[in-house]
């Protein structure tokens, strides 16, 4: 049944009379285990039904982001420029474009 969890869920099941089986996380076994959750909340956001489930699996997935973005030593202002030059360079999704597929160039 091992999952990571948030730093306080240990306190709040003691606090509910029962007791946390808890271990602290190896370096790469910790990237493993964020990168897992990332996967479990994704799945979360993308099952949300009204807005306000929409919001908290949202914040969510910012959370892992955030600590996978702290354990390789950046933070999500570095990330949010990189999406910034991005979306200069190739756009956003803000059209809503499908590409079907691309034609072969004309002979010539």
Do not use: C, N
Request: cysteine-free; aromatic content about 4%.
């Amino acid at each position: 049944m091992g999952k990571l969890v948030r730093d306080k869920i240990p306190d709040i099941i003691r606090a509910s009379g029962r007791t946390p089986r808890v271990t602290t996380l190896a370096a790469g076994t910790y990237r493993t285990a964020l990168h897992e959750k990332l996967r479990e909340e994704v799945d979360e956001l993308i099952a949300a039904t009204t807005t306000e489930s929409l919001i908290e699996e949202a914040a969510d997935v910012l959370e892992v982001l955030q600590a996978i973005a702290a354990e390789h030593g950046v933070t999500l202002a570095d990330i949010v420029d990189a999406g910034d030059r991005k979306r200069a360079e190739v756009g956003g999704f803000g059209k809503r474009l499908w590409l079907d597929g691309v034609d072969p160039y004309p002979a010539g």
